[in-house]
Nanobody
Framework: QLQLVESGGGLVQPGGSLRLSCAPS????????IGWFRQAPGKEREGVSCISTSDGSTNYGDSVKGRFTISRDNAKNTVYLQMNSLKPEDTAVYYCAARRFRGGSWSDTRLYAYWGQGTQVTVSA
């Protein structure tokens, strides 16, 4: 059973930056797809970005392209989400998720078997 631990959320002003981290608590994650999702109050959970831990290939949601960057540090067994130029509409609980299967839509939450507990990101003046 893969357990994921997120960190790095918080309160930031519009235009500011935050970096989220995601790591497995008790095992490594070779050959996984790691995704970041977010869910704002009253809205569905949406895909933000994902990365393959094997080849580093990435995907981004349209609303974050050019502002967010996903990366991995295999030596530290950690995936990061660097969020720049944050907007109030980025406010949400951010979740890290993992799956082994690479097919299908990268942002389909049903394809991810493992989820973290979520970390709150609030963008407000």
């Amino acid at each position: 059973q893969l357990q994921l631990v997120e960190s790095g959320g918080g309160l930031v002003q519009p235009g500011g930056s935050l970096r989220l981290s995601c790591a497995p608590s008790r095992s490594t994650w070779d050959n996984y797809v790691i995704g970041w999702f977010r869910q704002a109050p009253g809205k569905e959970r949406e895909g933000v970005s994902c990365i393959s831990t094997s080849d580093g290939s990435t995907n981004y949601g349209d609303s974050v392209k050019g502002r967010f960057t996903i990366s991995r540090d295999n030596a530290k067994n950690t995936v990061y989400l660097q969020m720049n130029s944050l907007k109030p509409e980025d406010t949400a609980v951010y979740y890290c998720a993992a799956r082994r299967f690479r097919g299908g839509s990268w942002s389909d939450t049903r394809l991810y078997a493992y989820w973290g507990q979520g970390t709150q990101v609030t963008v407000s003046a």
